[in-house]
């Protein structure tokens, strides 16, 4: 079935699709991990993530020696196409195959480019992971759904990058992490976080405490699994203020999840409600309000107007 290209945020219920969802999470897993390798740290691990484009997700130019390579997602007529600044250029179609399968031929496309490299055989961020090589359980692809879930992270991400510019300190880009398999955008009190103790399960925990070595309010959106079980926006704060979790946040729709630790408002009521970037960026204001207010943030120096197109901001 052709998805309906004209519905701006399409309905994308998890539990048709899981299983596509976690093959293609570890297929990204799989890109993402070669730009790790190629890739020299960035504060907070925002070397390693991807980028949504018009057509899917983007690792954005890797360094490759004296050349660089760009892998690219294209989740419309679903092929990941590798292409080197010399020119060259190769693909592979994306249905349905084995995480086993997809690894494979990853690997081949990055010697037929010349731009083999090593990197880590194993997922991150998953319960019982199992070596790429190895996988023979993750092999469903919904075309249709994953077409779906990428016109969902276009309008994520417009939102949330129109979120960002209502703010003057440290903030990350708009990105995805393959391991958690969300969307976020992340600012930055300009404090040291207290050392932050790990435990996140397949993932070092000098890297998470890497990633969280400075007070953070950060905000995003997945699209199920684990503690929700549904497409869902977040926000949290680390560390989490006093009273935090007590805050009466916007829509209704929106809650504090206990288990997950985060303010939690469904997709779905974005999705139907009369103005959904309004609706989406209430939540998204109100929940960093919370923090940056209660976590005591320098407030004035942060925080400014959203941006207008065409306006320098005031000086």
Known sequence: ????????????????????????????????????????????????????????????????????VAFDFDLIDHHLSGSVSDGARTSFALEPMTVRDFHARFLALTQALRVGTAFNGTPNEVADPIPFAQDTTHAAYDADAVTRFWRALVQADRVLKDFRTAFLGKVSPVHLFWGSFDLAVTRFSGRAAPVHPGGIPALPDAVTREAYSHEVSSAGFWPGGGPVDYPAFYSYAYPAPRGFSEQRVLPDAAFFHERAGEFILPYEAVRTAADSDRTLLGFLEVTYDAAARLGHWDRASLDCARGRIGVPRPV
Do not use: E
Not at 36 to 47: G, I, V
């Open 1 to 68: 079935m052709t998805p309906d290209m004209t519905q701006v945020w399409p309905d994308i219920p998890f539990p048709p699709w899981k299983d596509t969802c976690a093959t293609l999470h570890l297929w990204t897993q799989i890109v993402g991990k070669y730009r790790l390798a190629r890739t020299p740290w960035m504060n907070h691990s925002w070397h390693a993530t991807l980028y949504v484009t018009p057509r899917g997700l983007t690792t954005s130019l890797i360094p490759a020696g004296d050349r660089s």
